[in-house]
């Protein structure tokens, strides 16, 4: 492999990388946005049923090569930071 190509290749994944991060502070927008209906309204803001079912979706929706275990690692730990960041002042 020439370093052309391994450039080539961490510029497709720069580009993957600012993806996920686009991805991940929009998720983290929507769900703040939830937080304040849901605390407006006297609504619970976590809600584990909700939680399991949207694994569950992730889960059937998965054609690899990421396994179900690591799919599953990656949403709990995405909902525990999404739940920390909206925690901080």
């Not at 605390?39 to 690899?64: H, S």
Request: charged share 40%; glycine share 4%.
């Amino acid at each position: 492999m020439t370093d052309e190509s391994v450039a080539r290749f961490r510029d497709e994944i720069r580009a993957v990388d600012r993806t996920l991060t686009a991805g991940i502070n929009r998720r983290l927008e929507l769900v703040a946005e939830l937080k304040r209906y849901k605390d407006a309204n006297g609504l619970p803001f976590v809600d584990a049923e909700r939680e399991a079912q949207l694994l569950d979706e992730r889960l059937a929706e998965n054609t690899g090569p990421l396994s179900d275990d690591g799919l599953r690692a990656f949403y709990v730990e995405l909902l525990a930071l999404i739940k920390r960041e909206l925690e901080r002042p």
